[in-house]
C-alpha cells in the first residue's frame, strides 16, 4: 500500500523466530529501505514501489549496501 513498513511488528516477529525475515508491505521509499537494512532485516519485497516509479532498483540496493 505504500505506507511504510510496520517495523514494530516485523522487530517483534523477528524476535519470535530463529531465522532472517524478508519484509513485505508498505515499502514506499528509499528511507523504508535504508532503515530496515539498518536495522538488520534480511531482505524486503519493494515490487509496488518499483511498479509506481518510487525509486529504481539501483538505487534501492545502494542505500542497502547490497554488493
Given amino acids: 500500500m505504500l505506507e ?3 517495523v514494530a511488528e ?3 516477529m523477528r524476535q519470535a523466530v ?5 519484509v513485505s ?6 528511507d523504508d529501505v535504508r532503515r530496515l537494512a539498518r536495522d538488520g ?9 518499483l511498479y509506481e516509479n518510487k525509486f ?6 545502494a542505500v542497502a549496501k547490497v554488493q
Fill in 4 to 6: 511504510g513498513p510496520n
Fill in 41 to 49: 532485516f534480511h531482505a524486503c519485497i519493494i515490487g509496488k514501489a
Fill in 56 to 61: 529504481q532498483l539501483p538505487e534501492a540496493l
Fill in 18 to 22: 530463529p531465522f532472517p525475515l524478508i
Fill in 25 to 30: 508491505g508498505g515499502i514506499a521509499s528509499l
Fill in 10 to 12: 516485523m522487530e517483534a
